[in-house]
């Protein structure tokens, strides 16, 4: 049973119908009394209430309804209704518990999606509230992602559990981590894994071209523009689109990016015919959001929009115990892709890389399994073969004790800056980074030339 909560008749009556003829029961109030009154009698799915029932609004009878709704029945999902102009107060039902917030005039197609996602996300917590962390299905692809730590079996069965839906997730981790790799596993066991993926680095792409690239152009658009051509979006349309780097982007390209977000609907540069776009978001970033949403560098109703899902990938060092199973792999990814004899590798070396700090992480681990795989003599990597290689990249640990994390990778990144002479992008490639991951952990720990 679904809960409509509006003072506007035409508008419980517009959602009822649209509910009901997707299968779905509906009970409707018109007021927040008559409303505490069904959700203390009734089992309820789903709760969809609009912010202001007088002539105030303020917003502040939503926030108040919204808080008894929580306490009474804080398993059920809540789903705002507000104008654009009110977003502000739909991120403040957020902040109170609120699941989502549509913006009126709605697309149909979207709040279906969004009220199946808020049921069938509830839905799938319950029924796995009793099931192992460990346990995945036998059909579930992975994509690649390598890990039988505690907390990896644990994310990729919050993979699992959420892929099917098209709620939008949010991934968090360090740079090397496998945050496209999630990316990539949440599409392939989704619905979708049948329509587009398309990657797309925040980071790389320039503001002067952000709305070309994310929205298209038609031909003539801007001197150069020859031809019409399709955005990322657009060539997302039934699929997903990847964000990676969001907390990049700037200020005005995040008010953009935010409509698309909301209404599933762009304009191409140099036209003015809205197009539709049916696409499940993923975001990544290696950046502290809510310290950026703190100090209004990345928009608050952004934010809530993309991280309905978060997914937070722990950085190597926190799972060391992996990086025999990581080391193992690589070898014999290394063997096939240069079609060389899989090497063996001692005890030793595997000692040796699990007390290193891989400020790259996992990247950094491959560069150096491959790397040792082509050097190595007599058909095994020794500890010396990796040692040699990263002498001047990886701080000796031996000598550093009572150095923090920080100290190590600050160690790391200043012998790999010495090694290649201050070249940016061949210390970023060893370090396992990107360049711009560079530039701000050269900033973080205040390193320059």
Known sequence: ????????????????????????????????????????????????MDMNYSLSTTGQEGIDLLRRAKILVPEVPVILITAWGSIELAVE????????????????????????????LTSKADQSSDKSAEETSSDFDRCGFIGNNPAIRELMQTVERIAPTNAPVLILGENGTGKELIANAIHANSRRKNSPFVMVNLG???????????????????????????????????????????????????????????????????ESRPRKTDIRVICATNADLPAMVKDRTFREDLYYRINLITLRIPPLRERRDDIPLLAKHFIESAAKSHGIPKPEISQEAIDYLTRLPFPGNVRQLRNMIERAALMCQDGCIQKSDLDDMNRDEMPDTANLDGATLEDLERTAIIGALTKYDWNLSRTAISLGITRQALYRKMEKHGISR
């Open 1 to 48: 049973m679904i809960l409509i909560v509006d003072d506007d008749r035409a508008i419980r009556q517009s959602l009822a119908m649209i509910l009901n003829r997707k299968g779905y029961e509906t009970v409707s109030a018109d007021n927040p009394d008559s409303a505490i009154e069904i959700i203390r009698n009734t089992p309820l799915q789903l709760i969809i």
């Open 93 to 120: 039902g957020m902040r109170h518990g609120a699941f989502d917030f549509i913006i009126k005039p709605w697309n149909n197609l979207l709040l279906l999606q969004r009220i199946e996602t808020a049921i069938s």
């Open 204 to 270: 790389g792409i320039s503001t002067s071209l952000f709305e070309s690239e994310m929205f298209g152009h038609a031909k003539g658009a801007y001197t150069g523009a020859t031809g019409e051509r399709k955005g990322r979006f657009e060539l997302a349309d039934k699929g997903t689109i990847f964000l990676d780097e969001i907390g990049d982007l700037n200020h005005d390209s995040q008010v953009k990016l935010l409509r698309v977000l909301q209404q599933h609907t762009f304009e191409r540069l140099g």
